[in-house]
């Protein structure tokens, strides 16, 4: 079993950068792949960014390429997601998700509760 808490959301300006972090616990974090998903308004929810197990792979929307950075640190049970140049259309609740190195919500078993990201014009 994993469980994650995300935390690091806020509001913040157009341009500006928000770090997120989730921390994990549960014998066999490591071995999963995670991701970071995120939900808008009304919209449905989308992949952002995953990492292997190792931290070796990492995978990005096309949306945030280039801005965003996911990383993990296995030995203390985090993954973080560093937010640079935001834009109002990132605002969203931001889900950490453990599970298969996929973009498919359906591949991952384990979620957060989320975090609010606000990004002012």
């Known amino acids: 079993q994993v469980q994650l808490v995300e935390s690091g959301g806020g509001l913040v300006q157009a341009g500006g950068s928000l770090r997120l972090s989730c921390a994990a616990s549960?014998?066999?974090?490591?071995?999963?792949?995670k991701g970071w998903f995120r939900q808008a308004p009304g919209k449905e929810r989308e992949f952002v960014a995953a990492i292997s197990w190792s931290g070796g792979l990492t995978y990005y929307a096309d949306s945030v390429k280039g801005r965003f950075t996911i990383s993990r640190d296995n030995a203390k049970n985090t993954v973080s997601l560093q937010m640079n140049g935001l834009k109002p259309e990132d605002t969203a609740v931001y889900y950490c998700a453990a599970g298969r190195e996929t973009a498919r919500i359906s591949d991952y078993n384990y979620w957060g509760q989320g975090t609010q990201v606000t990004v002012s014009s």
């Open positions: 549960g014998r066999a974090f490591s071995t999963y792949a």
